[in-house]
């Protein structure tokens, strides 16, 4: 939970300033929308912001209470079912702003930060269900920021028998929620010891990324984390460093900071070859600093890396896959004895 949230649940919906209403929010005409929610709106006729966490809010108050099923969409849906025809109602519709976007941020807001709901509570459909599976060695997990690395994962996923994840370039997590669901629903301890293996980035908002999936994990109980970095300066050589690098943005709001981090952390690591990209000054005296994209190291030479990481790792639990996969094939036998 986000730091100065209060811990209780009804002083955090106050917080938000989410309220109980009678009627249906999204039905109700522009003279009452204004009159509801007119208080700390400033650019728009209402306060966009609290007339989306309301509408959220009241949605899942619905469908818990049984007054309507579950809504089996995309969030996508949602802002065209709910949110777009009401904020254009009250004149509030802008394509100045993503307001899209910020329906997604409220998500996170009442799903992370405030941990007062789940994703799956409303049963909003995850459009990156398709690049997540659960292997039958469960506990080891190789993750990627893209989803252009879903094909290799499903390699290695074939190979090894191990969970993969494609984020699609952000950590989602409502992808992640439902991949611990997920990795439950077969059975798996998620109490247990878990290896990651990443292949993000090798610049400050690919280590974002990691961190923030090895976060969200540990919001839904995956907390004994081991995590291998697939990508770094030693996985090439220097020439390939120097055709491969990238200056890193210095200069935009935040950033300066968050790279002095990176850097400090990344020197603690001790890599070879991180002396080929070293900050250097640019004409004007400017801080240049270079990282490497993902793409930068083939899959050839990644599946190599993996395969010297994973024998050990995996041959340690051979018995305990082999256990597994006779379960699995009972219960199959089960299911079609019950289907004749």
């Known amino acids: 939970m986000k730091p100065g949230m209060p811990k209780d649940p009804a002083e955090r919906l106050k917080k938000l ?9 999204h039905d109700q005409p522009k003279e009452w929308l204004l009159e509801n929610f007119h208080e700390g709106a400033t650019d728009y006729p209402v306060n966009v912001s609290a007339l989306m966490k309301n509408i959220i809010w009241q949605t899942r108050e619905r469908i818990l209470s049984g007054d309507k099923p579950l809504l089996k969409e995309l969030v996508r849906t949602f802002w065209y079912m709910y949110i777009k025809p009401t904020l254009a109602r009250v004149e509030s519709l802008t394509h100045e702003t993503d307001q899209y976007r910020q329906l997604v941020d409220t998500l996170v807001l009442l799903v992370k930060d405030a941990q007062l709901m789940d994703y799956k509570d409303i049963g909003f459909r995850d459009d990156n269900q398709a690049n997540r599976k659960v292997g039958l060695n469960a506990n080891v997990i190789l993750y990627a920021e ?16 191990v969970s993969t994840i494609a984020m699609g370039g952000q950590p989602s997590v409502m992808n992640v929620e439902y991949f611990v669901d997920d990795l439950k629903a077969q059975g798996v301890d998620i109490t247990r010891s878990f290896f990651l293996f990443g292949i993000v980035d090798y610049d400050t908002s690919g280590w974002i990324i990691r961190d923030t999936f090895v976060d969200d994990l540990a919001r839904y109980g995956i907390n004994h984390v081991k995590n291998t970095d697939l990508i770094y300066p030693d996985m090439l050589t220097a020439q390939e460093i120097q055709m491969a690098r990238y200056p890193i943005a210095d200069t935009e709001k935040g950033s300066a900071k968050k790279n002095t981090d990176w850097l400090r952390l990344i020197a603690k690591r001790g890599y070879k070859n991180q002396k080929y990209l070293a900050t250097e000054r640019g004409p004007r005296g400017q801080r240049i600093i ?14 190599e890396k993996l395969d010297r990481l994973l024998t050990g790792l995996l041959s340690k639990t051979e018995g305990e896959l082999s256990i597994r996969m006779l379960e699995k094939i009972l219960q199959q036998l089960k299911d079609l004895q019950t289907i004749r």
């Open 290 to 303: 270079w990282g490497l994209e993902a793409q930068s190291v083939s899959t050839l030479r990644i599946a």
């Open 146 to 161: 893209k989803v252009g690395h879903q094909d290799f994962l499903a390699e290695m996923a074939a190979k090894y028998q």
């Open 17 to 25: 300033g989410i309220r109980s209403f009678e009627v249906l929010i």
